[in-house]
């Protein structure tokens, strides 16, 4: 089973110029337009800085959409003729207006659409022309949506089937029966069971929301992240909203559409960013998460048991208790001194256990329940290092060492945000200490500020994509990068350790949920929020209407 983290024991290094020496990025290199690279996608030329209102790529790269919001993902009767008639290009239904389903008209009888403002990407092979994808439903606008119970249906996750054209190139798959097989929404009604200590005070959650990044399991099951949850009771002034049942990792099992997801309490509740999984030298699992908020903290789980290997993915039968996820040790980050996250350091950390073990902890709570419900103030208690917003984090398969994208941190005179990499003494699973570097700073130097979405590839390449807001895009200090954009830092070679631009987004947007196909030939991208910030935008159809979409990009086919 491929996924990002080795299965094996890692060397140990024992100082900070082992680290520089492991791993070839070049610090502060100014970067210029033109440079070349031969990447997994395919060889490109780096682009320019773009204020344009377009998905701009390098030339010979082409992207289609899979799906925008609205679309229909699994229809609940026959196609009407007024319907056919919205086709809007090969194997893409454009669909008008912002709603998500019909108010009046019951669920069970409703168009399942894909929804609003779709950020973390999976990818789960069929076989070598047909796959699924998993892709979450971060947050929404309450001008688009305005009503709740139409909202609840917009957030949360879509499960849909995707297929190669007679090009190659996949698709949205229109089959009807290959729909009805796999195609899903969950959404904030969904009914999820619970793991971990929190069941006893919860046996049973309702839905999922906030959801950011995640990960897809050895086992082909995925993992959703919920991240900022407090929008929903704060900002769009949900009614009887329970803020405790958010901010968990959730499972869904993909391949069998009517599992019920698992919220994973043993992880901990925060502003889940991403999770990054090792399974580790004893088959044990491994989770590196990141609490997305400004001072907050970085934080590692090790599953109790081994992880046994099902025999058959389809029929899973995903039990909360038998989840390698549902029991297991929670650690936050210390280092050994207070950074500033704007300069160059490094040091060694080690790992603090968040349990009733510990004295201190067990002065302030009753139960490890109320611990991981109140998992900040925890780690708070127990002075871990907090960090300049700890987003994204991704796993090396060149050495096994753990990449963070610190976004950026006003209240700490920090605009660019940096990334942070910390490599483990001992294998994932067993070691309590660890080396750390604040690897490359953020700036007009590297090229790219407020680095957020991060995916090393198979060569250890780095994917990086940023998340400037949209009322300061193209502005003082960050007028040197233009839109946000995904860059590719390459570990070896000429350009190892620069920023090279692959894709400027639309007006606006940002780029989410890096993620590539088994032969790494079609890179899938979520296009977020064009028209953030009161810029205005009219991709990607050129009316009036914004809508986030899914997007394919590949290399033009030699026959165009």
Known sequence: MKFLGLGLALPALNSCDSLIEHFSYNKNLEVSPGLEFNSLLGTFKSLEASSLDELVLPEGYSYDIIRSYGDVIL??????????????????????????????????????????????????????????????????????????????????????????????????????????????????????????????????????????????????????????????????????????????????????PDSKPIKHTALGRMAHENCALVRSNDDRMVVYMGDDKERQFIYKFVSKNPVTMPKNFKNLDLEPHLS???????????????????????????????????????????????????????????????????????????????????TYSPAENNNFGSLFRIIEDNPHSESMTFHYENLIIGGKASGFACPDNIYFDKNSNLWLATDIDGAKLNKAPYDFQGNNSLFVIPSEGTHAGKALRFASAPSGAEF?????????????????????GGLQSRWPYGTNVAKSSLVAIYQELEWW
């Not at 500033?340 to 256990?353: A, D, H, M, P, Q």
């Open 75 to 256: 229809r609940s009767k026959p196609e009407s003729e007024s319907e056919k008639s919205a086709e809007n290009g090969v194997g893409q239904r454009r669909l008008e207006g912002s709603e998500n389903a019909v108010i009046g008209v019951p669920e069970q009888l409703q168009d399942l659409k894909f929804g609003y403002n779709n950020d973390y990407i999976g990818f789960i092979p069929l076989s070598s022309d047909e796959a699924l994808l998993a892709v979450n439903h971060e947050f929404l606008d309450p001008l688009d949506i305005p009503v709740e119970v139409e909202q609840r249906k917009a957030v949360g996750v879509s499960i849909l089937k995707i297929k190669k054209d007679s090009h190659g190139l996949w698709k949205f798959d229109e089959d009807p029966e290959s729909q009805r097989e796999f195609n899903r929404r969950i959404t904030a009604n969904t009914p999820c069971a619970v793991s971990g200590a929190v069941a006893e005070l919860y046996p049973e959650m309702t839905g999922t929301l906030a959801n950011c990044s995640g990960a897809i399991t050895p086992w082909n099951t995925v993992l959703t992240c919920e991240e900022n949850y407090y929008l929903f009771d704060e900002v769009y002034k949900w009614k009887s909203f329970d803020a405790r049942q958010y901010g968990w990792i959730v499972e869904i099992n993909p391949l069998k």
């Open 324 to 406: 390698p996820f549902s029991e297991g040790d929670l650690y936050v980050a210390k280092l050994d001194k207070d950074l500033k996250f704007t300069e160059l350091n490094s040091g060694k950390g080690k790992w603090l256990k968040l349990s009733l073990d510990n004295p201190i902890l067990k002065s302030k709570f009753k139960s490890q329940a109320e611990l991981l419900i109140e998992t900040r103030l925890a780690a708070k208690y127990l002075a871990a290092t907090p960090m300049d917003r700890p987003e994204s984090l991704s796993v090396s398969p060149k050495d096994g060492s753990i990449l963070a994208a610190l």
């Open 512 to 532: 989410c949920g890096i993620c590539f196909s088994e032969d790494y030939k079609t890179l899938f991208l979520s296009v977020q929020h064009p028209g953030e």
